[in-house]
């Protein structure tokens, strides 16, 4: 298959994507029933951000000629991917990387995740029937020439146990932080406000923890923050919103709420869904210096950092973790 008729086929999902048939449609329902964290809002801000920030002509084909892919690979490798399922298509920037690269691709796809993805799959050999060579699913990656896998912290010990002795991306835990300066205006919360709560907090690009000057004033940001209160109607999300609540009044610890969100004092820059910390510092660059070089950092946004509201639209070129699976996948 050339290079050509790949950057069609992606360009009809993106078409596919903005233009969905009911069968699409049904899918999302199914994917919603099967996984009730992807509630239809979430499914559809993924689709989107794929079709805009992924699949866009110009953007795609800039992006492929940063690399020596070739029109036709004449050695092509097949690729272990192990997705992750977090959050509704989080594992498509893999798979769009082994497939414009002209490799082979043998998918695990996440118990969390399966049906999207494997929609998509459906889709396109229904489109192309040489994709139905090139890309299958299955529970046991085995034989594969290199792997891509994306899990936690504990999962990444057994990659590294099966896939070590291969060519390897694996990935670990990771979050996000937001350094604020108390200049912010009421837009930019808004837009921390998604950051922090898009996905109800689930991806590796969320918000977990900011740092806020001496004196910082909360209210503005719980105030933002209400654009998401609807979320304590999710009964999952209110089941973590109370219990985290309980915990903070049992041990007696200071924190604020709006009632649907909490923010309590934390050093840990990991926090629970419904739950933010925050940390105070006094010299801003106190702070970037320690988080510089943090492998659990995968975003850091603030004034002079990734703007405030685009952490969860990542383009072609934010590669997870900072690995570029592009050139990974090239230079097989």
């Known amino acids: 298959m050339t290079l050509q008729t790949r950057i069609k086929i992606l360009l009809r999902i ?7 048939n009911k069968e699409w449609l049904a899918c999302q329902e199914r994917a919603y029933r099967e996984n009730p964290w992807f509630i239809p809002e979430f499914i559809e801000l993924s689709i989107r951000n794929i079709a805009e920030k992924f699949l866009a002509e110009l953007d795609l084909r800039d992006w492929v000629n940063h690399y020596p892919v070739p029109e036709i690979n004449e050695n092509p490798k097949n690729i272990g991917l192990v997705m992750a ?20 691709i043998t998918i ?26 090139l890309v299958h699913f299955a529970e046991n990656l085995k034989g594969c020439d290199a792997y891509i ?7 990444s010990r057994y990659f590294e146990y099966y896939f070590g002795k291969y060519p390897h991306i694996i990935r670990k835990n990771r979050t996000s932080v937001a350094i604020l300066d ?30 806020v000057p001496e ?17 304590i109607d999710f009964h999952k999300y ?6 985290h609540l309980a915990i903070l009044i049992m041990s007696n610890r200071y924190y604020m709420n709006n009632d649907s969100i909490i923010l309590t004092e934390n050093i ?40 405030f509201g685009t952490a969860q639209s990542p383009s072609l070129f934010d590669y997870a973790d900072s690995v570029d699976t592009m050139q990974f996948l090239t230079g097989l």
């Open 149 to 155: 896998a994306t899990g936690s912290n504990n999962t």
């Open 108 to 133: 695990k796809a996440s118990s969390k995740d399966a049906v999207l993805i494997k929609f998509i799959v459906s889709e396109m050999i229904n489109w192309n029937q040489e994709l139905a060579d």
């Open 85 to 104: 399922g977090n959050i509704p298509l989080v594992g498509f920037h893999d798979f769009l990387c082994c497939f414009i690269t002209g490799h082979k």
């Open 14 to 20: 993106r078409e596919f994507f903005l233009y969905p």
């Open 215 to 231: 004196n910082f004033d909360f209210l503005p940001l719980l105030h933002a923050l209400r654009k998401y209160e609807h979320y």
């Open 268 to 307: 840990a820059i990991y926090s629970p869904v419904s739950q933010v910390h925050y940390e105070k510092y006094s010299v801003k660059q106190q702070v970037l210096d320690t988080l510089k070089g943090n492998e659990e950092i995968q975003c850091v946004v603030g004034h002079g950092l990734i703007p």
């Open 238 to 243: 209110k089941h973590n919103y109370d219990y």
């Open 182 to 211: 108390g200049t912010e205006n009421e837009e930019e919360l808004t837009a921390l406000s998604d950051d922090m709560q898009l996905y109800f907090g689930l991806g590796c690009r969320n918000i977990t923890k900011i740092y």
